[in-house]
């Protein structure tokens, strides 16, 4: 159980106490939501509740806390509890529980953090699914770390998680990059091609088509145009996601599965939920086409199925898919992570999850904003159309990956997000990673140096040693780890995490500053164990938590 729901028990057990002593008059206890003060002098954890009892015991908030103060049992995580105007109650972590938590933290290792929230529950995370028409740009790349960041945290909280990236190969866009390629690759020879009006510009299209054409020369020139097409539709396809494969790799993102669109119509995935929602008596002709009555279910506004051509819509591969995520494979809560820009097909989408039959609740959808690039004070466009574009792989390349992603991971999903190319590349305090991870390396070096000096096993060290306000304030940190994966869980945040990397990092500089670990003095060699025990415990806290934002923990910087 988390120190705060701890805490929480202990105020309505008071409560209880209080009403069987006849202190307080007989009442339902209104729910116990416990925080941190607003000032760290008023303690670690307090909660209002009883300025929500006011009315239920007609008697003044701040008496109430003085009497439910007066009947909080003896606990070994309490130092005191105290009654604040106009009517706080401020709790005070014990210093002897607080040091105690470091040989918790030591015992569960690469598992402290970790959680039960989930319980084994079945959860898909679908992220990144750009179309597969070019190398992913900056703005996808805040999709594919987001998503990834989601499955961390929600395994951590005890999901069982699957990661999926949807291949949109089988639309108008992998046709229009097919035309796009083929029109280049006959430039690249020499021909007169028309470059179509809509077609993908970027200069990643000209390098593809240049080495189509010195690997296989003149072959697709002797093919009809619509055949060629075709041919350069699947070579761009192979090529956009080696790209995308590759840039997630160095991300260290790994999907468990990467599903084909083209395998919805393959089966009879598609036929299957296209009559289910035919039996559901959700759809309807009209103009020569198939429509889905997505009005009746609240969905904003109708959606073609099926065109006048008898070809499927865009909105038929959604819902296929989902009927396959769901009913066949069996999910019991499915995430997509999409663009803002999605915005309007949501209402739909949860039209269409009724329509089958489910539960509107098991999908969520996630967008995010947008990716603003900055470099040398200036704003970067985007756009894969008109080739003004910033690849992911080009800022891999500038800042490195565990820059990128902490970068693209620390804000949260709805506000827009400014990269900043430079100072992702500053070695300073002033860069958020830099700075954690140069946490890790101290904790690194100071362990190395222990050893060095024949401090080789502190495992006796008596924890109660620790009881300078640093060494407290740093476990203080240590020990909120699962209540941060508990949040970014529940709230789908994982930038949480990012935000507490921070925190503690600075908690445990401040202590390495005032407080020394190793002492060549005998007489320090207590304190030195117990200390060493700390920043053991520390470097648990940071690898764990590092892992779970899909960073590195370097040992040297």
């Not at 929602?277 to 002709?285: A, F, I, P």
Request: hydrophobic share 40%; aromatic share 8%.
């Amino acid at each position: 159980m988390l120190v705060p729901e701890l805490y929480a028990n202990l105020i309505r057990e008071a409560v209880a106490r209080a009403q069987e002593a006849g202190d307080l008059p007989r009442f339902d206890i209104p729910t116990v939501s416990v925080q941190p003060p607003r000032r760290p002098e008023h303690g670690d954890l307090a909660t209002s509740v009883c300025m929500q009892m006011a009315s239920l015991a007609r008697m003044a908030p701040v008496k109430i806390a003085q009497i439910v103060a007066a009947h909080v049992g003896v606990n070994d995580m309490i130092g005191k509890v105290e009654a604040a105007a106009p009517g706080f109650l401020n709790m005070t972590l014990s210093a002897a529980w607080l040091a105690g938590q470091v040989n918790r933290i030591e015992a569960a290792g690469k598992d402290w953090g970790r959680v039960s929230l989930g319980q084994g529950k079945r959860v898909q995370v679908e992220y990144g699914s750009a179309n597969p028409t070019g190398p992913l740009h900056v703005g996808f790349g805040r999709n594919v770390v987001l998503g990834d960041g989601i499955a961390n945290v929600l395994a951590a909280a005890g999901y069982d998680v699957q990661r999926e990236y949807y291949v949109n190969d089988a639309g108008t866009q992998t046709e229009l990059l097919g035309k796009s390629l083929y029109a280049r690759y006959a430039q690249a020879l020499g021909q007169q091609a028309e470059f179509p009006e809509d077609g993908y510009r970027g200069q990643y299209i000209v390098d593809w088509a240049r080495a189509i054409a010195d690997a296989e020369g003149k072959r697709y020139l002797s093919m009809t145009v619509p055949e060629a097409e075709a041919h350069m539709r699947e070579i761009g396809l192979g090529k956009a996601l080696q790209s995308i494969r590759e840039d997630c790799a160095r991300l260290q993102i790994h999907y468990d599965n990467w599903f084909s669109e083209k395998s919805l119509y393959q089966g009879p995935t598609y036929e299957r939920a296209v009559s289910a929602l035919r039996d559901g008596n959700y759809l309807y002709e009209k103009d020569g086409a198939t429509w889905f009555q997505a009005t009746a279910l609240d969905g904003g506004k109708d959606e073609v199925l099926v065109r006048s051509n008898g070809l499927p819509g865009y909105f038929a591969s959604d819902i296929a898919y989902h009927y396959d995520k769901f009913v066949l494979r069996g999910f019991e809560w499915v995430i997509d992570v999409w663009g803002s820009d999605h915005q309007g097909h949501v209402p739909r989408m949860h039209a269409m999850i009724r329509a089958l039959g489910l539960d509107p609740t098991a999908l969520t959808l996630l967008l995010y904003q947008m990716v603003t690039v900055i470099q040398g004070g200036v704003n970067v466009i985007l756009s894969k159309r008109k080739g003004t574009l910033v690849f992911l792989q080009e800022i891999l390349d500038d800042v490195g990956p565990d820059a990128t992603r902490f970068f693209l991971l620390q804000r949260s999903a709805d506000s827009q997000m400014d990269f900043d190319v430079d100072l992702a590349k500053t070695q300073s305090d002033e860069n958020p990673v830099y700075y954690v991870q140069y946490a890790h390396a101290r904790i690194a070096s100071v362990l190395r140096t222990a050893q060095e000096r024949g401090w080789t096993d502190w495992s006796d060290g008596d924890v109660m040693l620790l009881q300078h306000p640093k060494e407290l304030d740093l476990i203080r940190k240590m020990i909120l780890l699962p209540e941060v994966v508990t949040r970014a869980a529940s709230e789908l945040a994982p930038h949480h995490l990012c935000y507490y990397a921070q925190e503690l990092a600075s908690a445990f500089h401040t202590f390495y500053q005032e407080c020394r670990v190793v002492s060549s003095d005998p007489q320090d060699a207590e304190i030195t164990k117990a200390r060493l025990k700390l920043v053991n415990a520390a470097r648990h806290v940071l690898t764990n938590m590092l892992r779970w934002i899909g960073v590195g923990a370097p040992e040297r910087m």
